[in-house]
């Protein structure tokens, strides 16, 4: 379906050329923008027009967009979604853990990207793309934002490493930790190759924070939220402080097999909506293994 965004010209911006508004107010990619003109979506006026036109106040400016395939390699297949929030340029979804986000070795038909494929082209009848905007391990449950189409993925990405796009988690880590609440600030080191990421100074930065929420015998309750967004930045940083996740095999200890994954939740996203600019915020309830490990320790 196409999805078609209006912008009236202010008085302020009388004067300046489309590809102006397009890039600076609008914030369209070059590549976006080169697309819209191939396909004739680029309208003043409900009138085909050329980006170095110049505009006048009150004119309406139209930008038609229309995802005409789908991803090539992501096929459709019908399974469990959750979705916590919709509007015409994102979803929100709530991952169960040990379900993939991404088709993978051994993972090509039960992903999430699978799932939301089929509800979208089987179920709707959408050409739909994949375009996943925040990362979560396989093991990791809770929220992950995908963008619909191309502009709001290139609006979305850019706020992802700033306070506009804002991700907490809850994780269950093994022991007490002290102080209670404070800052893990560990430069994290991708080494190709290899799966388990490494401190080190060579690593980029790497901050996360947390406070303690409950505890109970072996395990406590933390909330965390990031300043980066590193792979495996949270079950590195604890690990490296010596709480490493309960459940975590390669940075902690493994859980019994009753319990579906490491115990990371992401439990909070609050982001601003691409096109509109409003607040979002989204929340997931804890699984319930996660209270149920408390309860049992205590």
Not at 24 to 43: D, P, T, W, Y
Not at 63 to 68: D, G, L, S, V
Not at 215 to 222: C, N, T
């Amino acid at each position: 379906m196409p999805r078609n965004i209006s912008h009236t010209v202010t008085k302020e911006e009388e004067g300046r050329t489309i590809l102006s508004l397009l890039r600076g107010v609008l914030g369209f990619s070059a590549s976006q923008v080169r697309r819209m003109k191939e396909n004739g979506g680029i309208l003043l006026e409900n009138t085909p027009a050329y980006t170095n036109q110049r505009v006048r106040e009150g004119q309406v400016l139209l930008c038609r967009m229309e995802e005409n395939h789908s991803s090539q390699n992501i096929l459709p297949v019908p399974g469990s979604l959750c979705i916590r929030y919709e509007d015409n340029d994102l979803l929100v979804l709530d991952k169960p853990a040990g379900v993939p986000v991404h088709p993978s070795q051994g993972h090509f038909t039960d992903s999430l990207a699978n799932f939301l494929a089929y509800e979208m082209e089987e179920n709707r009848g959408i050409p739909f793309v994949f375009r996943g905007i925040n990362r979560l391990d396989r093991n990791t449950s809770g929220l992950l934002t995908v963008a619909k189409h191309p502009h709001a993925q290139h609006l979305l990405s850019r706020q992802l490493h700033t306070g506009e796009f804002h991700r907490e988690y809850q994780a269950l880590v093994c022991g007490a930790v002290r102080p209670a609440e404070g800052t893990v600030d560990a430069p994290i080191l991708d080494i190709p190759g290899v799966l388990r990421r490494v401190i080190s100074p060579e690593g980029a930065p790497a901050v996360t924070h947390y406070e303690t929420l409950e505890e109970g015998g072996p395990y406590a309750l933390l909330r965390l939220w990031l300043e980066t967004g590193r792979t495996h930045q949270i079950r590195l940083h604890m690990s490296h402080i010596g709480h490493p996740l309960a459940g975590d095999f390669l940075y902690g200890t493994e859980l019994p097999p009753s319990c579906p994954g490491h115990a990371l939740h992401s439990s909070c996203i609050r982001l601003r909506q691409p096109i509109t600019g409003e607040t979002i915020q989204v929340e997931s309830p804890l699984p319930p293994f996660f209270s149920q490990l408390l309860q049992n320790a205590k």
